[in-house]
């Protein structure tokens, strides 16, 4: 059974409390094979999906690849789509679902409205043809700018099978104009519905200012009840001591998307304790989401009602105690869950799951794989390799319980040169009990690595 579930990438926070016992217990690593090195000018720019007979595909900035074993049972690659004769450049997600394999791109086939430059993002499709290094591409959807969204950072499949998008730019709102220093808007929230005359484009959110919460940097998440979670890596500004906080930009807010044109805030991050020369943009945080009593990929009853998430999963960047020292950090990054309160219209608590401190990584980034009760994660920097002083990045593990998520480990640290990665991407996939996940760089060209962990 192959199981994938996108989950989180990096977003601020300050120290917080921990509620949960520091458990580093160290179970027994994975064991990592290199399956290839990618050759240069392919260096990968998403993670991984998994299609028909356990194809795995993903993207090298305009290209589409299959990774696949020959007859001799030798990884290779192969191109199975260019989309630089679209103009299509940045690929920055893939999923394969309905018998299609889906591409998100940053920028467009073509120049938007009111705007210059290589385009606002552009969603597309590829199926397979009888030769199986060709697949058809079909256009889905030019993001026109303005109003209606510019610059997608990320979609996800609500339950009718519709596309959720978020956007960084775009969305026209009046306080989040030229005059506040934002003149392409603050971002939106967007729901692709298929028809029989293609896709059919709805905004759901305009993000009114950076105050308010705004410039969405990755994609949403959603649940079995079609409730959409948003990071964001603006809003909630309550602190006063920074320049970052004196523009009234806060430290990053999440939100809760439940029905037209409605939704609200449900946690907003404190930046207690963080002094000026620490403040900085910082990033969002995508979720893995879970029910309480069991995870979003576990089965559902079909006599069972969907209901909203009970709590969500995540990872931020730049928060714990200034520990990092070695590795030229202030903070090498937390992991966390928010869990929805009982009274309806409170906030959602923070629990705190655990501070990296370099060694055992530093800068948790991407999306979580779920296998079983387990989520896998990866760190961009942290662990130790000899390739470089800030680390190659590690694979960690966090463990469902009767009692809430718990850290349990590092699975693979990456050791970088010639025969290993460094600065893994999310979106892992398992099949068959393996993990599946590429590399930014390392290997004999230095431009990444598709490498299987394994029992």
Known sequence: MIRRLLAATVCAAAPLSVALAQETPAPAALKQTTLLSFPFGQTPSSGLTVGPGNAVFGAAGSKIYELYQDESDIWRTRVIYDATQTAVTGVIQLEYAKDELYGLSTFGAANCSRFSGPGCGFLFTLK??????????TALYEFPGDRDGRYPVGFAFDPKGDLIVSTREGGGSKKCGAASGEPNGCGTLMRLSRTARGFKAQTLARFASLKAGGKPDVGPSVDEAAHIYQAMPFGDAKFSGS???????GTGVVIEYFKEEKYEEIYAWEPVGLNESEAQFLSATRFALAFGDRSRDEPISAAAKPRPA??????????????????????CGVVFYLERPARKGAKWSYREIHRFAGNDGDMPVGGWLAVGKSF?????????????????????????????????????????????????????????GKIFGVTRFGGSADAGVAYMLEK
């Open 376 to 432: 896998y994660g990866v760190t961009r920097f942290g662990g130790t390799c000899a390739a470089t002083t800030d680390g190659c990045g590690v694979v960690y593990r966090v463990k469902r319980t009767e009692t809430g998520w718990k850290y349990d480990g590092t699975a693979h640290r990456f050791a970088g040169g010639t025969t290993d990665g460094r600065q893994p991407l999310d979106q892992m996939v398992e099949i068959g």
């Open 128 to 137: 397979p043809t009888s030769n199986p290094a060709v697949w058809e591409r």
């Open 310 to 331: 009970s709590l969500a999963l995540g990872a931020i960047v730049d928060a714990g105690k200034p520990n990092c020292d070695t590795f030229g950090e202030t903070r």
């Open 243 to 249: 320049a970052l906080q004196k523009e009234g930009n």
